[in-house]
DNA sequence: ACCTGAACACCGTTCAAGT
DNA sequence: ACCTGAACACCGTTCAAGT
């Protein structure tokens, strides 16, 4: 909720009244972002959580888009990077899993993680951590950085669906599945009928486990040097 | 550019003067999409378009938002799928190079596409394709789901980064390249040194093919029945 | 059936004025 | 150095009034 703006006061706050930081600023957009949604964001929403003017972001922080930016590398930074065991199938789970749990650390700003261009060195955590294991397991720089981006792509296709951004095809309601039955029997698309069961189920911890480990089963017709 | 609305009058057109139509309106919201950007939307700068206004939008179209999906599922529907040959990798990988065509078509669009949750059926036909591809390939209907899941998600990933809305760590100025360069040696991160002149440059051709080739030299790690 | 005027409650951002 | 008032040019959306 933050502190109420007592009295209209102009200038620098006279006394102790400490000043507003930028991490400050961050982490009232995360509290807006997990209360209210992305949508929710405004540089107003967010100044008002703290109990300031929405102007005075502007001193802290690149606008409204500098300030998603700084909120999805914020969160991203909070990866913990599980140390490298040597073994290249295990640590590439690891990290995968490290990277999901960051990312969905807070679910409604997933879609900006995964979907922002990040720069800064602290997001390029996982980066590291992928490459590092790649190399040390024989594979040339060259093929590392496919792999990497592969992975990661999987990784951010994957985790967008879900954070509800990327279609799944599951439907919740049961008004809906049986209107789609309906709907489908008649398409001519035979395959979707028969595999509608599967389709409105989404079990997402199963399919981050089955779409990761297809991408390490692959790693052996794709071998160093 | 559209025509210009001339004169102030009320109510329905009298005369010819066609209607405002759905597809109108969302070839518009393209045109602007297509010059502009995403970020250029808005219902007025579409009602713009077509010289009317903005609030007329609403007898066609459910909101801003729903324009967007309607415009999303109206890229993904000019998807050509190509037909069966009955061999199992080389179908997947021509149905994925449609997937890639379709959704690069308006490449400013990209995001919406990859991003919003598609229900209509015209943008199930690459997912009834894959499905169907699978399935004569003897894959069980429940494999054949959490194929599609990774080999969806591996698309999605692979072309956000294409369409800039996900990291790619390319970096094209020089200037920015030398920068990060100093930054990394002292990072403790030598496997980004080593690989930093591969992670410069992202030729897309080149890692939609490696990317889609991994996951098809996958399958046989996970046959059927 | 469909279009618009008036209206409302919002936006992001600049800049000068204040302390 | 940092905060705000005033101001600007935008938003999405509702609803009644028009034809």
């Given at each position: 909720?933050?502190r109420?703006?007592?009295?209209?006061?102009?200038?620098?706050?006279?006394?102790?009244?400490e000043?507003?930081?930028?991490?400050?600023?961050?982490?009232?957009?995360l509290?807006?972002?997990d209360?209210?949604?992305?949508?929710?964001?405004?540089?107003?929403?967010?100044?008002?959580?703290?109990?300031?003017?929405?102007?005075?972001?502007y001193?802290?922080v690149d606008?409204?888009d500098?300030?998603?930016?700084?909120?999805a590398?914020?969160?991203?930074?909070?990866i913990?990077?599980?140390k490298?065991?040597g073994?290249l199938?295990?640590?590439?789970?690891?990290?995968?899993?490290?990277?999901?749990?960051?990312?969905?650390?807070?679910?409604?700003?997933?879609?900006?993680?995964?979907?922002?261009?990040?720069?800064s060195?602290?997001a390029?955590?996982?980066?590291?951590?992928?490459?590092?294991?790649?190399?040390?397991?024989?594979?040339?720089?060259?093929?590392?950085?496919?792999?990497?981006?592969?992975?990661?792509?999987?990784?951010?296709?994957?985790?967008?669906?879900e954070?509800?951004?990327a279609?799944?095809?599951?439907?919740?309601?049961?008004?809906?599945?049986?209107?789609r039955?309906?709907?489908?029997e008649?398409?001519?698309?035979?395959?979707?009928?028969e595999?509608?069961?599967?389709?409105?189920?989404?079990?997402?911890?199963?399919?981050?486990d089955?779409?990761?480990n297809?991408?390490?089963?692959?790693?052996?017709?794709?071998?160093?040097?």
């Amino acid at each position: 909720m933050g502190r109420v703006n007592e009295g209209l006061r102009r200038g620098r706050p006279p006394k102790g009244a400490e000043q507003l930081s930028r991490e400050a600023i961050l982490n009232a957009a995360l509290a807006v972002i997990d209360a209210k949604g992305l949508d929710a964001v405004s540089m107003r929403t967010v100044a008002r959580e703290i109990g300031v003017d929405a102007k005075s972001l502007y001193n802290h922080v690149d606008g409204k888009d500098g300030l998603l930016d700084a909120v999805a590398e914020h969160v991203l930074a909070g990866i913990h990077i599980p140390k490298s065991t040597g073994a290249l199938e295990h640590d590439l789970r690891a990290i995968a899993r490290a990277f999901r749990r960051a990312t969905l650390a807070h679910p409604n700003a997933a879609t900006l993680v995964l979907t922002r261009q990040l720069s800064s060195l602290e997001a390029l955590a996982p980066v590291a951590a992928v490459l590092s294991v790649l190399r040390h397991a024989g594979y040339s720089p060259e093929l590392s950085v496919h792999l990497l981006r592969s992975l990661l792509a999987t990784l951010v296709g994957t985790l967008l669906r879900e954070a509800n951004a990327a279609p799944s095809f599951g439907v919740r309601d049961p008004k809906g599945i049986a209107r789609r039955r309906k709907a489908l029997e008649g398409s001519g698309l035979p395959a979707l009928v028969e595999t509608a069961p599967h389709l409105a189920r989404c079990d997402h911890d199963e399919e981050f486990d089955f779409a990761v480990n297809l991408m390490i089963d692959a790693l052996p017709a794709c071998p160093p040097t």
